[in-house]
């Protein structure tokens, strides 16, 4: 099993900001993913995050506004770029399993109010 | 595109009552995995089937994968206070880069 740290836990943020977000896992792993989950919905993909090599974003999301760091295989980050209150939500990084191809395990997530 | 749709959305239940909760995927899919999140939680991972037709326990959880591996349900036999969460299926994207495609969950409000 991978443990995943996640930082902050929440934050408060006002219009405008920007909030970067960070994960760190005890194992290395090849993929990361970071997933949004807006009030009372399900997980949606932002991107998948490979280390060396650009992030790989999903409809509807794009670098500019969500940028991803992934600077060796145990951490990313992700930046909530010039936040709104649309982007208040829980926001997730995950890595899959090595011993079960496409299990995932979350990190505790980053729950983001924008004011 | 591809989705994972799941129902109910919401399910209150008496404690000791069954539940089940249904997900259906516009595609076939090689697994399909379930996963629970309690309140103010994170998703937390239960159970992947492979197999057409496979049916798997969990003490008092139950997980099927429909012969067409297109469907999935999970049931819970006499409901406790701990069950209480959302429960999420999910199924494999269709590019097979690993990335996951969940359905909108199903939250369990169990009454004491």
């Known amino acids: 099993s991978a443990v995943i740290s996640q930082k902050p836990s929440r934050d408060i943020c006002q219009r405008g900001t920007s909030l970067t977000i960070q994960c760190q896992v005890d194992s290395q792993v090849t993929m990361m993913f970071w997933y949004r989950q807006q009030p009372g919905q399900s997980l949606t993909l932002i991107a998948t995050?490979?280390?060396?090599?650009?992030?790989?974003?999903e409809s509807g999301f794009v670098i500019d506004k969500f940028p991803i760091s992934r600077p060796n295989l145990t951490f990313s980050t992700l930046t909530v770029s010039n936040m709104s209150p649309e982007d208040s939500s829980i926001y997730l990084c995950s890595v899959e399993d090595w011993g079960r191809k496409g299990k995932l395990f979350f990190g505790s997530g980053t729950q983001l109010s924008v004011l | 595109g591809q989705q994972v749709m799941q129902i109910p959305q919401y399910q209150h239940v008496q404690e000791g009552e069954d539940f089940t909760t249904y997900c259906n995927s516009s595609?076939?899919?090689?697994?399909i995995q379930w996963y629970k999140q309690r309140p103010g939680g994170h998703p937390v991972f239960l159970i992947q089937?492979?197999?057409?037709?496979e049916v798997k326990k969990q003490k008092r959880l139950t997980f099927q994968f429909g012969e067409a591996k297109k469907n999935s349900s999970l049931h819970i036999t006499a409901t406790q206070t701990t069950d209480v969460g959302t429960y999420f299926c999910a199924g494999p994207h269709s590019s097979n880069t690993g990335k996951l495609i969940f359905g909108q969950g199903t939250t369990l409000q169990v009454k004491p």
């Open positions: 089937l492979v197999k057409s037709g």
């Open positions: 595609t076939t899919l090689s697994n």
């Open positions: 995050a490979n280390q060396g090599s650009e992030a790989t974003y």
